[in-house]
C-alpha cells in the first residue's frame, strides 16, 4: 500500500467491511464467519452450517 502512496494498511479493509456489514443488518455469525473468526457459541459454532449461498446473500445486502 505504501508503494501506492495510499496510508492505509489491508486490516483498514478489514475493519471498514465489518462496519459496512453492520450498518447493512448482515446477520452476525455470517460476519464472523466472513472476517474468519471464531463463533464462540456451541450451538452456531458446532451444529449450524453456512453455505457459501447464504454468506453471499449476506454480502450482497451491502450497497
Not at 6 to 16: A, E
Not at 34 to 53: A, E, F, N, P, W
Request: hydrophobic fraction near 35%; include cysteine; proline fraction near 2%.
Amino acid at each position: 500500500m505504501e508503494n501506492l502512496g495510499f496510508d492505509y494498511t489491508p486490516h483498514d479493509c478489514r475493519y471498514t467491511f465489518a462496519t459496512r456489514a453492520k450498518e447493512a443488518h448482515l446477520n452476525d455469525n455470517a460476519i464472523k464467519k466472513i472476517l474468519g473468526h471464531t463463533i464462540k457459541d456451541v450451538t452456531d459454532g458446532m451444529y449450524v452450517q453456512r453455505s457459501s449461498q447464504l454468506l453471499y446473500e449476506e454480502i450482497i445486502k451491502i450497497k
